[in-house]
């Protein structure tokens, strides 16, 4: 099984210098500013479809199929975070995925228990700086994976990629009260998951502030 | 100052509280509790640096090449509601039209074999009206008796032909009078037919044509 490759270790992809501009020209049928944006934001959307789907292949289908979505739809984008917008589509291309995916048992969604052998390698251990964050990030992205579905899609939404509560439940076709314990149990879960690691993770918070 | 308290909030509620709800922390209890627990104080610091460490969680390259951009085949912008329902009612209406044509021409083709028809119908009328008059020259128009005539088209019996019973309610028109007033009535609609196929053909034919996407 190929494993992806880490962006940049540690980075998020921050937006086009020219974005307004890039993405009013896409709006107008431009595709080479269509796919320049794609391009620009194709490991956002791959690291989302990857975390709600844990399976490499299964996420790079939903970032084309996302890709697809948002060339119909950019005509009609109307402002706010390209980037947000972007992820929207990538979570519904990634539950269009999953419920497909559900409807055909044979097509089995990877086992959490199997995921460690699939983590991303969040960056080599060089340099050195980088290798204690890479590696909580290695344990949060495991830990996740061993979450009940449900909650670890609410968690990814909200907290890894900032979606608001009525974001996730649009996005997850659920009720917001469901959301939000979800989250909540997915967090308290998660701690318990992180325990082990408590040290690592302490010491890169503090690290932060 | 801290304390052991003998009860705890929900971990829920702590969770809820870490994320700021608003519900949560308006609640000064809870609030106050966390705030003296030695047991609530690190679930909501630790859920909190979980939340922010989540927020940092970076994107991943992914490991195969993407498309990133449909081909241009499946690009050509998809019609608005409207235009699309137009351009799906051509198929039909050219169909309509074909339809329209073939009654009509078949429609006239008819007639035109009944002009005909009624052209040698007419010849042969006229024909034995002048052989009626021609014996009793200068008398009046009289019924026409029946009479054997040898045509072109050989040997036909013409009844009696009283015009007055022919054409009731007007004045006796002369047969070749008649004969036109009909074609005129019955021609109209099989030619009307006709136009109004090859119009609604060559319409939908357009707008199939201007209004189906293309790529590029």
Known sequence: MPVPDPARPGSRTAPLPDEEAVVARACRGDRGAFTQLMEHYQSACFGLAWRLLGDPDLAADAAQDAFVHAYDAIAKYRGGLFRSWLLRITANASYDILRRAQRRPTTALPDAEEGEAELPDQGAPDPEAEAGRAELYRHLDAALRLLPHDQRAAVVLCDVYGMDYGEVATATQSALGTVKSRIHRGRLRLRELMAEHRELFLNEARLDR | ?216
């Open chain 2, 1 to 216: 100052m801290t304390m052991q308290h003998a009860t705890h909030p929900d971990d829920e509620r702590l969770a809820a509280y870490a994320s700021a709800a608003r519900e949560a922390v308006s609640d000064r209890e809870l609030a106050g509790h966390v705030a003296s627990c030695d047991r609530c104080r690190p679930i909501v610091d630790e859920l909190t640096i979980l939340r922010d460490a989540l927020s940092l969680l970076p994107d991943i390259a992914p490991f195969r090449p993407l498309r990133l951009i449909p081909p241009v085949a499946d690009a050509a912008p998809r019609p608005s509601g409207a235009v699309e329902w137009l351009r799906r009612l051509a198929a039909p209406a050219m169909a309509a039209g074909v339809g329209l044509v073939l009654v009509g021409a078949v429609g006239i083709s008819g007639m035109l074999g009944g002009i005909a028809g009624k052209a040698a119908d007419l010849a042969v009328s006229q024909q034995s009206s002048k052989g009626a008059e021609a014996p009793g020259a200068g008398g009046a128009h009289s019924p026409v008796p029946a009479v054997s005539t040898d045509t072109e088209y050989g040997t036909r019996t013409n009844p009696p032909r009283d015009q007055a019973t022919a054409v009731p309610a007007t004045p006796a028109p002369s047969a070749g009078a008649v004969h036109a007033a009909d074609r005129g009535s019955h021609d109209q609609p099989w030619l009307a037919l006709l136009i109004a196929g090859f119009g609604l053909l060559g319409i939908s034919a357009i707008l199939r044509y201007s209004l189906t996407p293309r790529a590029g």
